[in-house]
């Protein structure tokens, strides 16, 4: 592998954020072409949510097989991987003819996407090793910031009359362009992280750890399952499903760009308890808004979800280094697994919601909103657990603020 010193570490970075732009596209466009989708090829709820959980399927086996192959083939190998699968995958979405296509094209989106956050993260915290936490919540902008850049796209190119496909292959651009960025690029040595696998693998059965793992099942589904169904949920009021999301998504960016001084100034646990309670607060007041207030529930939902991600894996690097990379793809992996597998729940509670209020006499378009509405409760009780489970971390922080 090559050294450091020959390396270029703001173009990897760059390259890191453009490679996360691109898999942020891939769930805001396809958010937002879900309901041509089930037009096109007469899918319900539930097939949607098996399409959709694909994507999110593909991302934790890409972690896991990142995260444990990485000390061995680095950063490199794992980018010109999700390079490939990033073509691949949107060409056979453009391309599909009906269900199995589109779960096959879904799962190799999903991959390459994965394939980004294996290698990024720990190649980020490797080359920014002194301000680990800094530099992964700038590198985790882009997450949130490319869901804006893919809702506006989506939103425009619907108005201009351009379908599904298009919009698809819109994505190959930016792609095309981080994969000329890496390719003959030296990468670093990994100097600065744990490389043995097998200490890699011990630190992974702390209580600590396993506690984490699945604290992050749940804040992956509390952010992921609303924004991945915002434009079935609200496709029948007078807002801009697509509108709602760049607004979140906006916000999200914003916040995580100031995250570092918030961080440091309340602990990680304190910003994770509460993030959870916002998330239910903003969750609960979707479920019940309407109109203009919509977008104001959505701005409160969007401000809990904000530091979710990016706090849960620098919490990893920071506190449970010796993990190392294989921790950190873990730690994702297990809430993009989590997402794949609530997926087709929150598509039958759709289905159900949808018949239970067809039953009690809604007609119309009011039909579809308020089974996304009663969708919305149900799933705002994931975060109101995590206001406990991380009430609990943050009284024990103490206990494992120097374990490593």
């Known amino acids: 592998m090559t050294t450091s010193s020959t390396m270029n570490p703001q173009r990897l970075f760059t390259a890191c954020c453009i490679a996360l732009i691109v898999t942020a596209m891939?769930?805001?466009?396809?958010?937002?072409?879900?309901?041509?989708?089930?037009?096109?090829?007469?899918?319900?709820?539930?097939?949607l949510g098996w399409i959709n959980g694909m994507a999110f399927l593909g991302f934790p086996i890409a972690m896991m097989f990142g995260g444990l192959i990485y000390n061995y083939v680095g950063a490199r190998t794992l980018m010109y991987l999700a390079f490939a699968c990033h073509l691949l995958g949107?060409?056979?979405?453009?391309?599909?003819?009906?269900?199995?296509?589109?779960?096959?094209?879904?799962?190799?989106?999903?991959?390459?996407?994965?394939?980004?956050?294996?290698?990024?993260?720990?190649?980020?915290?490797?080359?920014?090793?002194?301000?680990k936490t800094a530099m992964l919540n700038k590198f985790h902008v882009w997450f949130p910031g490319g869901i804006v850049i893919g809702s506006l796209v989506s939103a425009l190119m619907t108005k201009l009359g351009l379908g599904w496909q298009m919009q698809i292959a819109i994505m190959i651009i930016p792609t095309l362009i981080y994969g000329f960025?890496?390719?003959?690029?030296?990468?670093?040595?990994?100097?600065?992280?744990?490389?043995?696998?097998?200490?890699?693998?011990?630190?992974?059965?702390?209580p600590l750890f396993i506690f984490m793992i699945v604290c992050m099942t749940m804040t992956a589904?509390?952010?992921?399952?609303?924004?991945?169904?915002?434009?079935?949920?609200?496709?029948?009021?007078?807002?801009h499903?697509?509108?709602?999301?760049?607004?979140?998504?906006?916000?999200?960016?914003?916040?995580?760009?100031?995250?570092?001084?918030?961080?440091?100034?309340?602990?990680?646990?304190?910003v994770l308890v509460m993030s959870a309670i916002v998330t239910t607060i903003g969750l609960i007041l979707l479920s019940q808004a309407s109109g203009a207030m919509i977008y104001v529930s959505a701005a409160v939902f969007a401000l809990g979800v904000t530091y979710f991600w990016p706090t849960m894996i620098g919490f990893t690097s920071e506190y449970m280094a010796k993990t190392g990379a294989l921790g950190m793809s873990l730690m994702g992996g297990a809430g993009m697994f989590s997402v794949?597998?609530?997926?087709?729940?929150?598509?039958?509670?759709?289905?159900?919601?949808?018949?239970?209020?067809?039953?009690?006499?809604?007609?119309?378009?009011?039909?579809?909103?308020?089974a996304g509405q009663a969708t919305l409760q149900s799933l705002a009780m994931i975060p109101g657990v995590l206001i406990i489970a991380f009430g609990v971390l943050f009284v024990l922080r103490k206990r494992f603020a120097h374990s490593e």
């Open 26 to 47: 891939t769930f805001a466009i396809r958010a937002g072409i879900l309901t041509e989708l089930s037009v096109k090829f007469n899918f319900n709820n539930t097939e």
């Open 90 to 131: 949107l060409i056979l979405t453009i391309t599909a003819g009906g269900f199995w296509t589109l779960l096959l094209s879904s799962f190799f989106i999903g991959f390459a996407n994965g394939s980004v956050e294996a290698a990024c993260n720990p190649l980020i915290a490797d080359i920014y090793h002194t301000r």
């Open 181 to 206: 960025m890496i390719f003959g690029q030296p990468f670093p040595s990994m100097a600065n992280s744990e490389t043995s696998t097998a200490t890699n693998i011990k630190a992974l059965f702390s």
């Open 221 to 239: 589904i509390s952010e992921f399952g609303a924004q991945q169904w915002v434009g079935r949920i609200f496709e029948s009021s007078d807002v």
């Open 241 to 270: 499903p697509m509108m709602i999301l760049a607004l979140t998504a906006g916000l999200m960016a914003l916040g995580r760009f100031f995250a570092g001084p918030l961080v440091h100034a309340f602990n990680p646990a304190g």
């Open 340 to 370: 794949s597998m609530w997926n087709p729940v929150i598509g039958g509670w759709l289905d159900d919601a949808k018949k239970e209020a067809i039953a009690s006499g809604v007609t119309g378009d009011a039909v579809e909103l308020v």
